[in-house]
């Protein structure tokens, strides 16, 4: 099992900045691919980032690329998504997750793991 617990989240004007960490513990953290997803009231979760274990291997949604980046330390058994140019519709619950191996994935479903989520409201 891997445990995951976001924290980072808030209230912030648009076009302010965030940073979400994401705490790890359980299982070797550094074999898993680590990733954060959101979801917004009444939406389907969304997959916004995700990064392999090394770090080598980012991707990112479209409608985050350029102004989020994630990134991992693996000595601290944490991931992070520093989040940029913030707008209203970046509104949203952000979910930590993971999975075993090393493809990155888009579909949830493929995730293993997930933490409890951290709130992010932007205020236009």
């Known amino acids: 099992q891997v445990q995951l617990v976001e924290s980072g989240g808030g209230l912030v004007q648009a076009g302010g900045s965030l940073r979400l960490s994401c705490a790890a513990s359980?299982?070797?953290?550094?074999?898993?691919?680590m990733g954060w997803f959101r979801q917004a009231p009444g939406k389907e979760r969304e997959f916004v980032a995700a990064?392999?274990?090394?770090?080598?291997?980012?991707l990112y949604s479209d409608s985050v690329k350029g102004r989020f980046t994630i990134s991992r330390d693996n000595t601290k058994n944490a991931v992070y998504l520093q989040m940029n140019s913030l707008k209203p519709e970046d509104t949203a619950v952000y979910y930590c997750?993971?999975?075993?191996?090393?493809?990155?994935?888009?579909?949830?479903?493929?995730?293993?793991?997930w933490g409890r989520g951290t709130q992010v409201t932007v205020s236009s």
């Open positions: 359980g299982r070797t953290f550094s074999t898993f691919v």
């Open positions: 997750t993971a999975r075993s191996g090393s493809a990155i994935y888009y579909d949830a479903r493929k995730y293993d793991f």
């Open positions: 990064i392999t274990w090394s770090g080598t291997n980012t």
